[in-house]
């Protein structure tokens, strides 16, 4: 642990069950929600909804609908209307029905007992402690694949069509369903589909620039001013860009890179921390691709890891690279590879995984190529490709 | 009942101190927490219930016990559990 200043100002708010009060870039489908929910702050008991959320991986999925939660639930008490957000997460309950609606029991009831009552006995318990409670429920039914995968057609039709057996009375349970897809959705039977599917959210992936600031907006409220700089964020940005636009996967690396710059006692979180944070949750520098390169190619490469491991830039140009390995040729008593030559073994690093390379568009001065390093902390390149040419010398 | 009865069950006592932590509970599970038989627990209940100090709400087949806040009689075991517990911890 740092014996300095940490470069955390709170933690916590990169914790994955961390709900920001501001959602950059899910406005809309805040309002929507809002929107689709807001006869619940009128006359709950009127009407009950059904709502899905579809998006992959880290797209604010939970994060929306658990906003929307503390904030419906904040205005509704404001307006002494009995209104309860209960979130669960399907996996965690098996995908069984009566699991998870025990859960929303004991809500209600802490100490109720878990067993000595059927599935439809619960069912029932339920809609009476609603009644008792004059309460409606937004029950929001996260990885609701797994439900759907173990309850099949039946479990959701009960869950929805619950009205139907009490006609009359007031409206208890709305439902949110949130899943990756509408897969799933088309495993249940066409009357079950039909009660689900007509209002859906769909969350698209968080381009590069909106994972910014979604990564600028927690370092502001995580780190100590100045201690996250633009670069670390950019770089970070584009890490998650590549795992499919995932939020919390970059959320999880700032964290974790925050983490490595204060082990070794720095003010800021440096790109070479982001670097180390990936690496140490993907693996991406195979010993194998380095032992196959060419001479050239590993003088390249050293080149590049030497640059970013020394300026701490998120990105460097192919010029800047060239230049540097020219001197390492000097120093290795070689004759450079020509400039078209390089730009094809940056080529073959990209698809090895090792760098990333960009083309600007053409401009008046031409195409520009950038190299970034986003997955290997440069350190760790630098020495192993020095391993790999001091045995290359040696042989020779 | 007279109070010197209706307190003169140290099962009774745990009871109500129980109810008195954890809001509400069924007889089973009374029953497992203070390692007696369903039959003892229940029997305890009653009395308590009879005295107008426990009140049960039925959910389904389940019985919930809980306290009637209501009672004077619970106002006053309150004050007296939570005088003699903070007693003993000093």
């Not at chain 1, 390249?300 to 230049?323: D, G, P, R, T, V």
Request: contains cysteine; hydrophobic residues 35%; neutral net charge.
């Amino acid at each position: 642990m740092s014996q300095g200043r940490s470069v955390f100002r709170d933690e916590t708010k990169l914790d994955i069950n961390y709900v920001p009060h501001r959602l950059p870039h899910r406005e809309h489908e805040l309002r929507l929600l809002r929107e689709f929910f807001g006869f619940t702050l009128q006359s709950p008991e009127k009407m009950a909804q059904r709502v899905m959320i579809t998006g992959d991986v880290g797209t604010g999925k939970t994060a929306l609908s658990q906003r929307f939660g503390a904030d419906i639930t904040h205005e509704a008490n404001l307006r002494a209307i009995n209104l309860r957000y209960i979130h669960v997460n399907c996996r965690e309950y098996k995908g069984s029905l009566f699991l998870v609606l025990q859960h929303v029991v004991s809500v209600f009831h802490p100490n109720f007992p878990k067993r000595g009552y059927s599935g439809e006995e619960l069912l029932q318990i339920l809609v009476q402690i609603l009644d008792e409670e004059n309460s409606h429920i937004i029950l929001s039914l996260d990885e609701f694949e797994s439900f759907v995968e173990r309850e099949g057609s039946d479990a959701v039709y009960e869950l929805t069509r619950l009205q139907e057996t009490r006609q009359n009375k007031p409206q208890r349970l709305s439902l949110i369903c949130i899943l990756r897809n509408l897969e799933a959705v088309k495993q249940l039977d066409a009357s079950t589909r039909s009660t689900l599917q007509s209002n859906i959210i769909d969350l698209e992936k968080y381009p590069k620039q909106q994972l910014i600031d979604i990564l600028n907006d927690r370092v502001s409220s995580a780190f100590r001013p100045m201690a996250v700089p633009e670069g670390t964020v950019g770089l970070i940005a584009e890490l998650a860009c590549s795992e499919g636009g995932n939020a919390r996967f970059g959320i999880e690396l700032l964290w974790r890179a925050g983490k490595y710059a204060n082990a070794e006692d720095l003010d800021t979180v440096t790109p070479e921390c982001a670097r180390e944070a990936v690496s140490s949750i993907i693996p991406a520098l195979r010993k194998s691709d380095v032992a196959t390169l060419s001479l050239h190619e590993k003088l390249f490469l050293l080149a590049i890891a030497k640059i970013f491991k020394e300026s701490q830039k998120e990105s460097l140009s192919l010029n800047e690279a060239e230049q540097t390995y020219a001197v390492l040729c000097e120093e290795f008593n070689t004759t450079p590879v020509s400039h078209t030559q390089l730009w094809k073994y940056l080529k073959n690093f990209s698809s090895l995984g090792i760098v990333q390379s960009k083309v600007s568009g053409t401009g008046s001065r031409g195409r520009s190529t950038t190299i970034s390093l986003p997955r290997i902390p440069a350190h760790e390149l630098e020495k192993e490709l020095k391993i790999s040419l001091s045995k290359e010398t040696e042989k020779s | 009942m007279n109070i010197e009865d209706a307190l003169s069950s140290r099962i009774r006592i745990k009871i109500l101190k129980m109810l008195f932590k954890v809001g509400e509970l069924n007889v089973s599970e009374i029953a497992r927490r203070l390692n007696i038989n369903y039959q003892s627990a229940s029997k305890h209940m009653k009395i308590l219930e009879e005295e107008g100090i426990l009140q049960h709400k039925m959910f389904g087949r389940i019985r919930l016990y809980r306290l009637n806040e209501h009672s004077s009689k619970v106002k006053a075991l309150r004050n007296l559990i939570d005088v003699w517990e903070h007693q003993d911890k000093n």
